[in-house]
């Protein structure tokens, strides 16, 4: 027997209106009671119109706003390719995806973004948000209007996100840790390079590899951590101070951008002998591992952190179908110089 919106009402108890508004995602019921109708369709095994919703959605395409948080940073450009992806399987369902590349990354620069997008009526939003608190009260303003937001490779707390793509931040933190310590087993100094502080998930990556450090090895002691490296320029020269004044420095943790440009100090340095870790599989980490000067890269899925965002949106406004958990971490690889090419 065929579960109609009639039949889910009189289960829950409400009417055939607000059922509707559940199932098409309109605002205008509580959540408690939207929570209640969508368990009970479920329950009753509802299987939404999903041509029906293309058919509407044609006419009136679904709007999805993605901000890519650098276009200078190349880990950005395989988030791209999954955004595009996830868009080339979606459109023909009337899936309109409308991406907004920041120029900067600065506080005003995410809020024009955002705001761009919004004028464009979007119904849900894709991003790597900045900790900051005026991009908090956008977003926030954003949900009261029944826009939907996930965030991706970075999140930010006390926002009604559906839910967060990305890698464990903080255990890719304390991964990093456990290989420094390995690689250093008679103990040394340690220095950490690392981004932006507006990133919640280059601070994430801090906390978890000084956590281990403290817990696991205290052999090793963390003598610098350099902040705000914004570009290669800045971490090469930042990398060619730190070694001059520490010439005795055994390891370099890098939590994000700057990499070739601290590959290109410990070159014209000769401190070969200096360990690094860092992240991601960009083209210039990918040499410098073939070269051995790094280590260990971490790599985090970026791909899937551009491609699962549109996806999970597709099926709560098609399929109705929320988020499978709040946070969806990505895999977490270790990368060496015999399997960086796979």
Do not use: W
């Not at 826009?147 to 933190?173: A, P, W, Y």
């Not at 699962?308 to 971490?329: E, G, M, R």
């Amino acid at each position: 027997m065929r579960v109609t919106i009639k039949s889910i009402a009189e289960a829950a108890k409400v009417s055939r209106g607000t059922v509707d508004k559940v199932l098409n995602n309109r605002p205008g019921v509580s959540e408690p009671v939207r929570e209640k109708v969508r368990k009970i369709a479920q329950d009753l095994g509802y299987q939404p119109n999903i041509a029906g919703k293309a058919l509407a959605y044609q006419k009136n395409p679904l709007k999805i706003g993605v901000i890519i948080l650098s276009k200078e940073d190349p880990f950005f450009n395989e988030v791209y390719e999954g955004i595009q992806k996830a868009y080339q399987e979606l459109k023909d369902f009337g899936v309109l995806v409308e991406i907004s590349f920041m120029n900067s990354v600065d506080t005003d620069e995410q809020i024009r973004c955002i705001n761009e997008l919004k004028e464009k009526n979007i119904a849900a939003l894709a991003l790597s948000p900045l900790d900051e608190e005026s991009v908090k009260e956008e977003l926030i303003k954003l949900t009261e209007e029944n826009i939907k937001i996930i965030t991706f490779n970075t999140d930010l707390e006390d926002i009604e996100r559906m839910c967060f793509v990305g890698q464990n931040l903080i255990k890719s933190g304390r991964v990093a840790g456990e290989l420094i310590g390995k690689l250093l087993v008679s103990g040394g100094d340690a220095a950490i390079i690392t981004g932006i502080s507006k990133i919640k998930a280059l601070k994430e990556r801090v906390i978890g590899f000084e956590e281990i450090i403290k817990e696991e090895y205290s052999h090793i002691k963390v003598i610098k951590i350099i902040e705000n490296i914004k570009d290669n320029q800045s971490s090469y020269k930042n990398t060619i101070d730190l070694i001059k004044k520490y010439p005795h420095i055994k390891a370099i943790y890098i939590t994000g951008i700057g990499v070739d440009g601290v590959g290109r100090a410990i070159k014209e340095l000769n401190r070969r002998d200096i360990k690094i870790v860092c992240f991601d599989r960009i083209t210039e980490t990918v040499m410098l591992i073939k070269e051995k000067i790094i280590d260990f890269t971490i790599t985090q899925e970026p791909f899937m952190q551009g491609y699962l965002p549109i996806k999970i949106l597709f099926d709560y406004f098609f399929k109705n179908q929320q988020p499978v958990s709040k946070t969806i971490y990505t895999k977490l690889e270790i990368k060496t110089k015999e399997n960086i090419d796979h």
